[in-house]
């Protein structure tokens, strides 16, 4: 117990500082872009036009709802870290006996990720009305509204206007996303940590861990679309201006909001909050304007 309670000390921590980077990020995902793009220099050093950073984006929200508001929807996303760390430790501690002594270094990874993609999973989904609630507090800015302005409030508001399935809406590409991000992180940390290190190499320790934090950015990266798709689909048409042309069109399912990203080329928008070059040929909203 008194383990849990550090990991939802640490993890609320973490969410607490993390918050402001998680609020621009969905803003950016949805398509919310209110200053226009600026002329400067990438990674080479060539002059390209580019969309406002992290710091930029962070001064505009200052500007308009101060300091404060850069933590709008840490509430609900607080309830869903406290809720899913207690979740996941519970499935853990149930699936832990199931585990054998005498197992090949492989089957002891697939067995071991199997039984973290079911505690993740179970996690995820009694958390995911927790999620969309954060979601829509966060996109609420663009269209100025109210309509979700606290836990108990927004759940109640979701229950009345879309039913139960509305708490889930974005959720089968999260929890394709994350499933498919833990079996590709460990497999590759596993194929790398026994095919390309020797374990007669001093400091190997640190280079395993090290492999392990690589392959997870990498599938991370790879993963991303479902997170873009899984946040786009949790705001979408629930009435928030956030949630409707110009900033998303009306997608009847998740696979549709996909196939719209894929054929205009923004699968990856959000992903960097730094050096975003502006796309050529795109157009961006502003206060339901455009400026390119």
């Known amino acids: 117990m008194a383990e849990v309670c550090g990991q939802v000390l640490l993890g609320s921590g973490l969410t607490v500082l ?4 998680m609020y621009i990020k969905v803003l950016i995902q949805v398509g919310h872009e209110p200053l226009p793009p600026t002329l400067g220099r990438n990674l080479f050093g060539r002059q390209v036009y580019q969309l406002p950073g992290l710091f ?5 929200i200052i500007r308009i709802d101060g300091r404060a508001g850069l933590f709008k929807g840490l509430g609900p996303r607080l309830c869903a870290g406290t ?4 979740v996941h430790s519970k499935v853990v501690q149930i699936l832990g006996g199931q585990q054998k002594d005498k ?3 492989l089957q002891q990874v697939v067995n071991e990720t199997t039984r973290e993609m079911i505690a993740r999973s179970c996690a995820t989904i009694v958390t995911h009305p927790f999620h969309v609630i954060t979601l829509r507090c966060m996109v609420q800015f663009i269209g100025r509204e109210t309509k979700y302005s ?3 409030d927004s759940i109640i508001t979701v229950y009345r206007e879309e039913g139960i399935l509305g708490f889930f809406a974005g959720l089968i590409p999260r929890l394709l996303g994350d499933v498919l991000s833990l079996w590709i992180c460990n497999l590759l940390a596993h194929l790398i940590n026994t095919y390309a290190i020797d374990d007669s190499m001093s400091h190997t320790g640190e280079i395993k861990n090290c492999s392990q934090a690589m392959t997870g950015f990498f599938a991370s990266m790879l993963t991303y679309p479902f997170v873009l798709v899984s946040n786009i689909m949790a705001v979408n048409n629930c009435g928030l201006a956030g949630g409707l042309t110009p900033y998303a069109s009306v997608y009847p399912t ?3 909001c996909w196939k719209h990203l894929s054929r205009e080329g923004n699968m990856s928008r959000g992903n960097s909050l730094f050096f975003r070059k502006l796309p050529a040929g795109k157009t961006y909203a502003v206060d339901q304007k455009r400026f390119f």
């Open 150 to 152: 606290g836990v108990f």
């Open 254 to 256: 998740w696979v549709d």
């Open 83 to 86: 809720i899913g760390t207690v």
């Open 18 to 21: 993390s918050h402001p980077l």
């Open 56 to 60: 930029a984006y962070a001064k505009h």
């Open 103 to 105: 197992e090949s270094s």
